[in-house]
């Protein structure tokens, strides 16, 4: 079964300043990886997806993430943040051709203006 | 287009009682599936469904009922509630097996058992 980490619960950073979420996953097969977005008192939205082909994929708003198989990650990036990025952010796997899509548990965004 | 509907946005329910949260689709989405959001475990799977007629359980489907009669709607059923299940409840939508073009979401439900 898949599963997923995300390793900082709660993030603090100011405007500008450079993002990466990091999210691992654990499944032994070839995977489907997504990020999304939750801003407050809203319901989630896609930022990005990975299927195959280039690793590094760009998303919505300024972000990107890189897939690296060796280490099972998706990390996420964005090189200046802004005080509308405050939000929580989560990665989510699902095995390619399968149904389940599993999340990890969410990384608290706050950027100071 | 509306996309994913969900119904009641707010509930309160005593322990024991039972309710049906609504969810309705007009995307011809095959697959719907409910989440439940609790503060720092994320969003945790409770049951899915693959088209009309075919569903399966998830993550953490005890205490919840579902069935899939039409490609549009994915009503989720509490048999007897429990304060356990006081979460936000989310409807998930998504087309394609393969190529899984990620999730369109609902705004919620909001449920507190008291």
């Known amino acids: 079964a898949q599963s997923v980490s995300q390793h900082n619960h709660h993030v603090i950073l100011s405007e500008a300043a450079s993002l990466e979420l990091g999210c691992n996953y654990s499944y032994g097969g070839t995977v489907n990886l997504f990020w999304y977005v939750q801003y407050p008192g809203q319901h989630l939205q896609l930022l990005l997806k990975y299927f195959s082909g280039d690793p590094l994929v760009k998303g919505i708003k300024g972000f990107e993430a890189e897939f690296i198989k060796s280490k099972f990650s998706f990390n996420l990036r964005k090189p200046s943040v802004q005080w509308s990025d405050t939000a929580e952010y989560f990665c989510a796997v699902k095995a390619t051709g399968g149904f389940k899509t599993i999340f990890g548990a969410g990384t608290r965004l706050f950027v100071k203006a | 287009n509306a996309g994913v509907t969900q119904t009641p946005k707010f509930q309160v329910l005593k322990t024991g009682q039972s309710m049906t949260l609504q969810c309705a689709q007009d995307?011809?989405?095959?697959?719907m599936s409910w989440y439940r959001q609790d503060p720092g475990m994320g969003l945790r799977l409770i049951h899915y469904s693959v088209g009309a007629g075919i569903t399966d359980q998830g993550e953490v489907p005890n205490g919840y009922n579902v069935s899939r009669s039409t490609t549009e709607d994915f009503p989720l059923r509490l048999l007897s509630a429990a304060p356990s299940q006081t979460s936000v409840y989310f409807c998930a939508t998504s087309t394609g097996r393969v190529r899984n073009y990620g999730y369109t979401f609902g705004s919620g439900t909001r449920l507190t058992v008291v």
């Open positions: 995307m011809n989405h095959e697959y």
